[in-house]
């Protein structure tokens, strides 16, 4: 079984930061592109930022300049890295992979459970 597992959330103040981190475990052959989603009470889900396995990024335009997301590929894991939170960077984030399964060799994509961020003063 193929799962990812993220951590790092919290309360944090207005301006503060906070890391996140997503780790893929289990039987897969390659992870290729990883993601950061996160969806507030009410609303849609939302693309935070990507990395491909090429380490080429792509960020939504409310996060670029303030988050940065990177990976360690021999860890199997993604990371995300937020400074200057505000108030609308609440919601539960989400880690996203793209992956080669094991055993059928199928391309599958995962999410992670959520962590849950929240920033206010």
């Known amino acids: 079984q193929v799962q990812l597992v993220e951590n790092g959330g919290g309360l944090v103040q207005p301006g503060g930061s906070l890391r996140l981190s997503c780790v893929a475990s289990?039987?897969?052959?390659?992870?290729?592109?990883m993601a950061w989603y996160r969806q507030a009470p009410g609303k849609e889900r939302e693309l935070v930022a990507s990395?491909?396995?090429?380490?080429?990024?792509n960020y939504a335009d409310s996060m670029r300049g303030r988050f940065t997301i990177s990976r360690d590929n021999a860890k199997n894991s993604v990371y995300l890295q937020m400074n200057s939170l505000k108030s609308e960077d609440t919601a539960v984030y989400y880690c996203?992979?793209?992956?080669?399964?094991?055993?059928?060799?199928?391309?599958?994509?995962?999410w992670g459970q959520g962590t849950l961020v929240t920033v206010s003063s």
């Open positions: 996203n992979a793209d992956l080669i399964a094991y055993y059928s060799r199928s391309t599958l994509e995962l």
């Open positions: 289990g039987s897969f052959v390659a992870l290729n592109t």
């Open positions: 990395i491909g396995s090429d380490g080429s990024t």
